[in-house]
């Protein structure tokens, strides 16, 4: 007779199987799903950081491709990104910084010492922002096209292969490369 505890340990073991199968060929497994993709890019927040340039919703509807980026002076992705903004910045991408759940004057110390390549700089201390733009931590990066449309979304740092093989194919795309 076959007991009903000697069947549970393979029926979960292909539970598990299936849960794995179904992940590894839904569509795109590295994306994260952002519903703003194709959508005008939701507000930004009125307050700057001290010191430097306010970022405006004028920024985000420029008539050039631009760049979204959130990012804390407390987020060690975000300093490993950092030197990838400022190579774009020095290249005439302008990027719109979006600081968030952080301390003024440890971003503004951040952003003094390592340089800043945003062309304006939003201060969202509370993460409100980062909410309506469905940020789930820091960094992530949006494409938007000249009139603020929402291209793509980048949620990791802008480094190595996924940037290589995810981001960089959508900039071009946008930019028309």
């Known amino acids: 007779m076959i007991k009903p505890l000697m069947i549970a340990p393979p029926l979960i073991f292909a539970g598990f199987v299936a849960l794995a199968a179904v992940g590894m060929f839904r569509d795109d497994p590295e994306g994260l799903p952002s519903t703003l993709v194709g959508q005008m890019a ?48 020095a290249a005439g991408l302008p990027i719109v910084g979006i600081n968030f759940k952080d301390q003024a004057g440890t971003a503004r110390k951040y952003l003094e010492d390592d340089d800043n390549p945003f062309v304006g700089v939003g201060f969202d201390p509370q993460g409100r922002t980062a909410i ?23 949620a990791g740092p802008l480094v190595g292969s996924d940037y290589e093989q995810r981001f960089l194919p959508a900039l071009n795309a946008a930019l028309g490369r």
């Open 42 to 89: 939701p507000g930004i927040p009125e307050a700057a950081l001290d010191g430097f340039p306010p970022a405006t919703a004028e920024m985000l509807a420029s008539g050039e491709v631009t760049l979204v980026n959130f990012w804390a002076s407390w987020c060690p992705p975000c300093r490993v990104e950092h030197p990838k903004l400022l190579e774009m910045a």
């Open 132 to 154: 309506d733009w469905g940020v789930t931590a820091p960094p992530e990066t949006f494409i938007l096209d000249g009139d603020g449309t929402v291209l793509f979304r980048f």
